[in-house]
């Protein structure tokens, strides 16, 4: 189940572990990803708090928290190939995976169908 944020993460929830990434909406705007910036494993965040950076040939944009929590690990394939989270931002391109502080909050993301209205709207 993905869930997605309004400032255009993804979170696909496994228990209390969240793995998060940029939605294909979001890759296609940025354009050709350069380089990624991923926030180290240990780092307790707040929900909102900008804690990666995903830069492309257009522009530099933060990536933020969906939720509270402690980052557990980061991707780290997208050193070598920042590409991923153009061909496949649901998937290889993911950036961190974090332990969520209430893992009930996911349910208050919106859901797909939510997501897909809010970027019509734009």
């Not at 997605?4 to 939605?23: N, Y």
Request: charged fraction near 25%; proline fraction near 6%; hydrophobic fraction near 50%.
């Amino acid at each position: 189940m993905l869930r997605f944020t309004k400032d255009h993460e993804w979170v696909r929830l496994d228990g209390k572990i969240a793995t998060v990434g940029i939605t294909d909406h979001a890759q296609t705007a940025l354009g050709d990803v350069v380089f990624v910036d991923l926030p180290e494993p240990g780092r307790e965040v707040a929900e909102g708090e900008a804690c990666a950076v995903v830069e492309s040939v257009k522009a530099a944009s933060d990536v933020y928290a969906p939720l509270a929590g402690r980052i557990t690990e980061h991707n780290p394939a997208l050193a070598d190939d920042p590409s991923l989270v153009n061909s496949d931002p649901a998937g290889a391109g993911w950036f961190f995976k974090m332990e969520l502080a209430n893992p009930a909050a996911v349910e208050e993301l919106m859901d797909e169908a939510a997501y897909l209205a809010l970027v019509e709207m734009l």
